[in-house]
């Protein structure tokens, strides 16, 4: 039903900030908890973010303080604000339901962090 498309990835320095959104060929309305995930090679895929659909938000230690979620449910788009990224943040960037779908896992958006 719903189509999840990921970008605003790239290259970015220590300490730097990048962006990311995650588009929604439909709407997202009615998808109570959206969640961001990421995964490195030769790592499990892990959750880094989840937002309700009325804004309440979760961060595992790993990124609190330093990733902000947000959504903007009339847009069809959900958001990651990442700051002070460190090079252990390099992976791709997914997002999906909380808990995840997997008929819905799309092709992320690359982060990497390095000098």
């Known amino acids: 039903q719903v189509q999840l498309v990921e970008s605003g990835g790239g290259l970015v320095q220590p300490g730097g900030s990048l962006r990311l959104s995650c588009a929604a060929s439909?709407?997202?309305?009615?998808?109570?908890?959206m969640g961001w995930y990421r995964q490195a090679p030769g790592k499990q895929r892990e959750l880094v973010a989840t937002?309700?659909?009325?804004?309440?938000?979760t961060y595992p230690d790993s990124v609190k303080g330093r990733f902000t979620i947000s959504r903007d449910n009339a847009k069809n788009t959900v958001y990651l604000q990442m700051n002070s990224l460190k090079p252990e943040d390099t992976a791709v960037y997914y997002c999906?339901?909380?808990?995840?779908?997997?008929?819905?896992w799309g092709q992320g958006t690359q982060v990497t962090v390095s000098s």
């Open positions: 999906n339901t909380f808990p995840f779908l997997s008929a819905y």
């Open positions: 439909g709407s997202i309305f009615s998808i109570y908890v």
């Open positions: 937002i309700t659909k009325t804004g309440s938000t």
